[in-house]
């Protein structure tokens, strides 16, 4: 499977989930097919997963989807036994499994030597964890778990084909205004609160 | 205070500040702290495997509107580094940390991590108070919070076995 085909397929189901990308050229791709201020691109290597976790504890009404690499997971396998202890019905933990560390030279992962990380997340009490195992799979598996599925872990073997994309637009800092303030529009609420300077009264 | 007395003005301290999820990873002398906060209701307690993910679990938290605290080891504060670095520091992203100093002058165990505590702190730009008398928590917390909001950085309490109501490290000479 070609991961971005994977990403096409997601962006026709995603509606107003908010979406975090894993570190790489996943995260381009997915910003090319589906420019959103609800997507948070994540920088430090295996944080993903707990980033989403920490949105789905915060906001338990909206869908949350953690676009996750295999290289990533396996830096931080511990949050898969934290996911399945929150429990957080509106998560969706999508890795694509490309068995490299693609973003950092292409060198293999533990994956490509028989890890299974569908297993290793059925194993820390995630319990709907399954393979999609082709584009249709992977649609009919995301489609039922943005629809309200709870809790549930998709994992995607893919190929290491890139799809030539942009640059990421913006940095960080841009990045973390422009979702807080989609999450204000979106949620109605107000997360940059305006206090009055004490030092000034 | 005793300790649970202690845990009660810290969890008070929290709460007033605004705090509502609390990521936290035992250390014996936090007992009592994890108890009570598991025990709020009106806190979301996250149990972390690995003190890391309590930093991306924050911030996505914070990103979607709550206010965060992660309470953790010293120790755990040297593990949570480059999540400290690459996601709290680049994104600009608040957090209170209250950690407790294993290793704080005087203490027998974890006296190397204890030394190194200060100058990591120092190091990333961390601002950072020791809080010695459970009496002073709540408002440290407090003003920690604001300084946390304000600079849009993490902020630091040091916490030591008195200021969670147990004996003083030094008083098995």
């Known amino acids: 499977m070609k991961r971005y085909d994977c990403l096409k397929a997601l962006a026709a189901l995603v509606g107003d989930a908010l979406v975090v990308s894993s570190a ?37 009404r909206r869908k949350i989807i953690a676009l996750d690499g295999d290289g990533s997971l396996l830096m931080n396998l511990s949050s898969l036994a934290t996911i399945a202890r929150m429990q957080p019905t509106n998560l969706t933990h999508i890795v694509f499994d490309n068995e490299v560390y693609e973003a950092s030279g292409g060198k293999k992962t533990a994956t ?42 998709i994992g995607a073997k893919v190929t290491t084909e890139r799809t030539q994309v942009a640059p990421f637009p913006i940095d960080e800092v841009e990045n973390k205004y422009r979702f807080i303030r989609h999450i204000e529009k979106t949620e109605q609420i107000e997360i940059f609160k305006s206090n009055l300077p004490a030092s000034y009264v | 205070m005793d300790p649970i007395e202690a845990a009660k003005t810290i969890v008070t301290g929290l709460k007033s500040a605004g705090i509502n999820l609390v ?13 009570e906060v598991e025990a709020d209701r ?15 679990i924050c911030a996505g938290a914070y990103l979607v509107g709550k206010k965060c605290a992660a309470i953790m080891q010293n120790g755990g504060f040297f593990n949570s580094n480059n999540a400290i670095v690459s996601t709290l520091l680049q994104y600009q992203i608040p957090l209170l940390l209250l950690i407790y100093y294993a290793g704080d002058i005087g203490d027998r165990t974890f006296s190397t991590t204890g030394s190194m ?22 408002e440290l917390i407090k003003r920690a919070q604001v300084s946390t909001e304000d600079a849009k950085r993490p902020v630091a309490l040091l916490v030591t076995k008195e200021a969670l109501g147990r004996r003083a490290a030094v008083a098995s000479l």
């Open chain 1, 24 to 60: 790489g050229a996943m995260t381009l791709e997915w910003y090319a097919l589906h420019p959103s201020d609800g997507h948070l691109r994540v920088r430090t290597l295996g944080l993903c997963s707990s980033i989403a976790l920490g949105m789905a504890l915060g906001l338990p």
């Open chain 1, 112 to 153: 490509g030597a028989g890890t299974d990380l569908v297993g290793m997340a059925r194993a820390a009490g995630v319990r709907n964890s399954r393979w999609a195992n082709s584009i249709e799979e992977f649609t009919v598996a995301v489609s039922s778990a943005i629809k309200g599925g709870g809790l549930c872990f």
């Open chain 2, 23 to 35: 990521a936290t990873l035992p250390d014996i002398n936090l007992s009592d702290l994890l108890s």
């Open chain 2, 42 to 56: 009106e806190l979301i307690h996250v149990p972390l495997c690995r003190e890391e993910e309590g930093i991306g």
């Open chain 2, 117 to 138: 505590t200060e100058p990591v702190l120092q190091a990333l730009g961390i601002r950072y108070y020791i809080m010695r008398d459970p009496g002073d928590a709540v």
